[in-house]
């Protein structure tokens, strides 16, 4: 698969509808930082993917018509028409993101960010900032480089999980804590950090580089 084909990547990977209780905490808190009920809450979820997270949220009480999906590939989208979110719409990549400013309460962008190139990526967080109200919450994570490349080894070596020993090619921006707080800071005033998978080593030593993967909790 060529890097960056995401087409072939949807039929190379396919989500699993498996929601973290770290993550569930997490999306809790957003709801209560938006102090709004459910039905009043407006969510994107940029990189919606299959549409994983959609029956959550309407078994959390949102409404449908609320719940935004934004996906590069078309694959993807049309998968999230079939189990009935019609507001999941294909990502034009590079462009401005297609709501005016100050539309979304939460904004979920989970295991994103390393699928888009540097000088886009920055751009990407403009964008979020921009739709996202000035009491909203971003949620986002993605892979800790270089220690996730250790824990594919492992899962490789111990699990045979023998695919592990080649990194996801549509992976093209490595995030580390320091360069992704890096970045959130220059759009986010409150960022902070939540347990989302953490690893092995981390619960031994608990240093940011150690974690599995990143996730934060980011506030205008």
Not at 170 to 181: D, G, I, P, Q, S
Request: proline share 5%; net charge positive; charged share 25%.
């Amino acid at each position: 698969m060529k890097s960056q084909d995401f087409e072939a990547y949807a039929d190379l990977k396919k989500f699993n509808n498996h929601v973290a209780s770290t993550w569930d905490a997490a999306f809790t808190e957003a709801i209560e930082c938006a102090e709004k009920m459910p039905t009043e809450i407006k969510l994107l979820d940029y990189g919606c993917g299959d549409g994983k997270y959609f029956k959550y949220w309407l078994d959390r009480g949102m409404l449908s018509e609320n719940i935004h999906g934004l996906e590069v590939s078309n694959k993807r989208v049309e998968r999230c028409h079939q189990i009935g979110w019609k507001n999941a719409l294909q990502l034009t990549p590079h462009a401005p993101l297609p709501f005016a400013e100050a539309t979304f309460d939460i904004i979920n962008c989970m295991e994103v960010i390393e699928h888009i190139p540097a000088e886009n990526g920055r751009r990407v967080i403009g964008e979020l900032r921009r739709v996202i109200k000035p009491t909203g919450v971003l949620l986002i994570s993605t892979p800790n480089y270089p220690v996730k490349r250790f824990y594919d080894y492992c899962d490789a070596l111990l699990h045979r999980k023998w695919a592990r020993l080649r990194d996801d090619p549509t992976h093209v921006t490595l995030f580390n804590y320091k360069r992704l707080t890096q970045l959130l800071g220059q759009h986010f005033t409150q960022i902070v950090a939540r347990p989302f998978k953490n690893g092995f080593l981390y619960k031994r030593i608990q240093h940011p580089a150690l974690l599995h993967k990143l996730f934060f909790l980011c506030r205008p």
